[in-house]
């Protein structure tokens, strides 16, 4: 029999200093971030673009919005996975797919639903299960600075639930009646809402859990809100206007020639 007291299993006990360094590492790696994904709803028409190929697949300066969209969010540093939901067609889906095989980072590509809404839930299944913060990004913001992107994260990780990119409200704003005025609108109180919008992912699934699906929410957002959950501000960008009509592409396509 070996007298060797290793193999024997009588080798010497570890330090106190052993065991606490062990206990620390343990703990900070139970306590280290999870990932953060970006889900990027693609499977919507746009009509008020027109008919034909959907919006976010309309070029802009020679590529679809949704490349310019994705583009910005795997540049961003702290965006780890983006989920693209696409058209639910083996054409849209195979289209999509094709667009962003040559992009950076972890690109993935889901079918979408009927409605934005839809897409966003069936993206948010697909995410990898150590993603704990989420945001939510319209392709048809496709010129959204990466600076907005890396503050809502930063907010999510400084401990809000839920984040949105908000900007000045400019115009003044009538409440109307049919063809009436009823009120002029306080408007120092109104902010215009963008994207990405950020949420940790527990809240943004039961937000999605508790919605009703056939009263559709413009915003992820609004869902959290009508949980009666808060949702704190960040500053957004002038640039991160959404590209919904024509007129738009063509403001779109100055700041791309400007940025050039």
Do not use: W, Y
Not at 240 to 259: G, H, M, N, S
Request: hydrophobic share 50%.
């Amino acid at each position: 029999m070996s007298t060797d007291p290793t193999e024997a299993g009588s080798g010497p006990a570890p330090t106190a200093a052993a065991a606490t360094s062990a206990a620390t590492s343990a703990a900070a790696a139970a306590e280290a971030p999870g990932r953060v994904a970006v889900i990027v709803p693609a499977a919507g028409k746009g009509e008020r673009l027109g008919p034909g190929t959907p919006k976010a697949l309309r070029e802009l300066g020679g590529l679809p919005l949704l490349v310019h969209a994705v583009r910005t969010l795997v540049a961003a540093r702290s965006v780890d996975v983006v989920v693209v939901a696409a058209p639910p067609n083996p054409q849209g889906l195979a289209e999509v797919q094709r667009l962003l095989a040559d992009l950076p980072g972890d690109t993935r590509v889901v079918a979408g639903g009927r409605t934005r809404q839809e897409s966003v839930a069936l993206a948010l299944a697909a995410l990898p299960a150590d993603c704990d913060v989420v945001l939510v990004h319209d392709a048809a913001r496709a010129l959204t600075p990466v600076d907005v992107v890396e503050a809502v994260v930063a907010a999510v990780r400084g401990g809000a639930g839920a984040v949105i990119p908000v900007v000045p409200v400019t115009d003044t704003v009538k409440a109307v009646d049919g063809d009436l005025v009823s009120a002029t609108v306080d408007r120092s109180t109104l902010r215009a809402v963008q994207t990405p919008q950020g949420f940790t992912r527990d809240v943004l699934a039961k937000a999605h859990a508790a919605s009703d699906p056939s009263l559709p929410a413009t915003d992820d957002a609004g869902l959290v809100e009508a949980l009666g959950l808060p949702v704190r501000t960040v500053p957004g960008h002038a640039e991160a206007f959404k590209i919904t009509t024509p007129f738009d592409l063509v403001l779109a396509e100055a700041v791309l020639r400007r940025r050039r």
